[in-house]
Every structure is written in C-alpha cells, then in structure tokens.
C-alpha cells in the first residue's frame, strides 16, 4: 500500500522532465569511457574527439589518473581555503615551472578563472590611480572572444547570443579585431587597466593569435603599464604541443588563465600571475570555498605527471603533422563542404561551407564525437594522448561522411 511505485524512466525523460533547458544536447546518453573511446548506453562505442570540450586531456579513467585520485579521496577531499594542504602548494609550484615566476589562485572553472583575471586587472587600475576605485578601470578585448558565462567574462564576450537578455553588463569594455594592433593601440586610453585575449580563439572557430601581434600587445601593455591578459581556458595545458599556447610566441603574459584540461576531468581552474601582479591579491582581496581542493589538487598533479612522463607535448607536436596533412587532403577532395582549416597541435577547426551541426550528426553515426564552433566551424578536440592510429581514424571517419554528402 505504502510502498512506492516502481516507475522506470529513461535517462532522457528524466532530463526533459527536471533538467534546465540552457543546453541544445545531442540525443545520446555516455555511459563509460576508456582512453579515446566511450561508449553509450546501447552499447555502442565512439572515438570522442570531444573531450568533454577540451578537458579529458588524458582520455577517459586513465589508471594513473583514477589511481590517484581514488588514493586522494580516501585520504582528504576538502578542507577550504582556511588551512593548507600539500597538493595547492605544490601544484602551483609545478604550474610556475611552465608559466614562469609569479605565483597561482585556484578556483573551479574557466569562467571563474576569468573573472579572477579581470578583478586583478581591476586592481592594477585602482592601484596606477592612486588607490582610487573608478578612475582606470577598462579592459580591451578582441571581437568574437569568449571569456565564459559570469558577468565580467560575459561582459568580455561581444557576441549577441551570449550577452542577449542579460543586460546591463559590466561597463569598461571594449573590442579591438583579432591580429590587429593599431585596433586595440586605438582603443586605450588613461582609463585602461589591461589588454584581454584568448591566444586562440576558441568558441568562435579556431582563430589565433599571430606571433607578432602578440608580441606587439606585449609592447604596448609594456609601454601603457597595462597587464596583458591571457584566456587559455581551452588552448592551454599541452592542446597546442606547448604548455602554455602562447610559448610559441615567446611572450610571457602578466596573467593566465586555465581550466579545461588542468583537472582531467575533475573541476578546477586557476590563474597564474607575475610576479608584480601576483602582488595585487592580498589577504581578503578575492576567494573561494572550494578552490585548490586536496582532490582537484590531486587530479591536476595526476594530469601533470601523465603529460611529463608520457611525454604529451611531444607526441602532440609529433602525430599532429600527419594528421593535419591528412585534414588538408579532406579539404583539397571535399572543397565544397570544407572550405578552410585552422590547426594548432590537438586543436582544431574544419570550416564548413554551412552549419555544421548535420555533419556533426552523421560523424556521430559513424562513431565520431566532435563539437561546433562558431557559426560554421566543426571543432576536433583528441584527448593529448591520442594515438597517430585514432587521428587516422577520425580522418577516415569525415572522409566517409564528407563523401556521402557528395
Ligand atoms: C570554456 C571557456 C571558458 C569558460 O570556462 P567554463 O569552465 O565553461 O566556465 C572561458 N574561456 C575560454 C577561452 C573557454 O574556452
């Protein structure tokens, strides 16, 4: 009489009865994942070049990574930012090594992680005027950027579909063109605290950074004592071959910003900062309860120590020629449909001559996970420890669909 009724709902009702709408998903229910490949809940398997968006840099449930994380939860999870532990020290530590002195914060996303980089901006404003709140305060972005979904990032992000609803928005922005110095030169004034750019572009199709327009940024940061501001959320943590995106510039930032892949899988973000402007952070000045946890600490060291003994950034500067070889004979036989390529390392963007989301469909079909970008860009995103024998795959796979569309 009192017992309930046993009811059987599938995971698809479940999500269309109680799940918030703000996400276009694909109709497919991921059940586990090995490596490359996951599988779904009728047991068919994918090479997911997903990522989960660029954060499964290792794959899925690599057993170092699993192991250590396992090991980290039996031990201590969470303990705030009111105490220590070792995994925050020394994981900033290790995140120093690539990024150069400074020190590092630690929260949980990328959006978070952005917003951290805008209050430090915000402080070295109030700090070149004076101590004075209101008087330098603005930030000089790049048009089709993407700096997350919380209100400074959103206010970073020019983009109709993001910002569309949510006004007012954060005042002090404005937007220069992509590779474009006189653009963003034009743009600061003695109200200018920082310059902020994504070193690749990675929501709006794959659009980098030139070398030479990031050094020129430098300069100009340099000579109108303005924090330069890096979002490598995505095209950081070893996607491009290097640690950092923007090593291939030769240009140290003031500030970086990371998330996607540092954690593996597991929540965590962080900025590094220089040393100066690593100073801007004092005792009250920004925080967070769960940022650093000894378990996403763990994660992250686990990610760290698979890329250096595995020695990823090496294997993706290696397997990615071949592979972006072959992408461009797709583009050569298949002009109609794929009409340009942008790839750095284990990022990558097909433009399409459309939408890309019909393609995206018949990759799925063919066992092939991949996501958009921008308006008409399908965006490949191996985990970093993809063999050269997946990439081909995955090569093979678009061929077969970029055929049948004839
Ligand atoms: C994904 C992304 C963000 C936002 O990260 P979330 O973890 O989704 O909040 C910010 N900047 C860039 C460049 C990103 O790709």
């Known amino acids: ?69 396992q090991r980290q939860a039996a031990e201590l999870i969470h303990v705030s930012n009111l105490f220590r532990h070792p995994n925050q ?36 404003g109030a700090k070149k005027a004076g101590g004075e709140d209101g008087k330098c305060f603005k930030i000089v972005g790049a048009k089709n950027a993407f700096h997350g979904r919380m209100f400074g990032g959103m206010s970073a992000t020019p983009q109709e579909k993001i910002q569309k609803g949510f006004r007012p928005l954060v005042p002090g922005f404005a937007f220069g063109e992509l590779n474009n110095l006189e653009s963003f030169a034009a743009l600061v004034d003695d109200q200018t605290a920082a310059i902020l750019v994504e070193t690749i572009q990675g929501e709006s199709g794959i659009n980098p950074c030139t070398p030479e327009f990031l050094r020129g940024l430098r300069r100009l940061c340099d000579d109108r004592d303005l924090l330069l501001l890096v979002d490598e959320v995505q095209c950081g943590l070893g ?11 030769g240009v140290r930032p003031d500030v970086i910003a990371m998330a996607k892949g540092l954690g593996g899988g597991f929540p965590i973000g962080a900025i590094w900062a220089g040393t100066r402007a690593a100073e801007l952070f004092q005792p009250g000045s920004h925080g967070t309860t769960f940022g650093g946890t000894p378990l996403a600490c763990a994660a992250a060291l686990a990610v760290l120590d698979v890329l250096e003994r595995e020695q990823l950034l090496a294997h993706v500067t290696r397997v990615s020629v071949a592979w972006h070889e072959a992408l461009g004979r797709l583009s050569v036989d298949f002009p109609r449909h794929l009409t340009a390529i942008r790839a750095r390392g284990f990022l990558v963007g097909l433009q399409m001559s459309g939408d890309p989301g019909p393609y995206l469909g ?23 420890n993809a063999t050269a024998g997946e990439l081909a795959q995955s090569v093979e796979i678009l061929r077969t669909v970029l055929a049948a569309k004839g």
């Open 362 to 384: 018949a990759l799925r079909d063919r066992g092939l996970l991949a996501v958009g970008s921008g308006n008409n860009v399908i965006r490949l995103l191996p985990p970093l």
């Open 89 to 124: 020290g020394e994981l900033a530590r290790r995140l120093i090594g690539y990024a150069g002195p400074g020190r590092v914060f630690f929260c949980n996303s990328g959006a978070e992680a952005d917003e951290g980089m805008i209050k430090l901006a915000r402080l070295h």
């Open 239 to 249: 996607r491009t071959g290097k640690f950092y995106a923007i090593e291939h510039a």
């Open 1 to 69: 009489m009192n017992s309930p009724a046993i009811v059987r709902t599938s995971t698809a009702e479940l999500y269309d009865a109680h799940v918030m709408k703000n996400y276009a998903r694909a109709a497919l229910t991921l059940v586990r994942g090995r490596g490359a490949q996951v599988w779904d809940d009728a047991g068919n398997g994918y090479l997911d070049f997903t990522s989960g968006i660029a954060v499964s840099a290792l794959g899925h449930c690599h057993p170092h990574w699993v192991a250590a994380v």
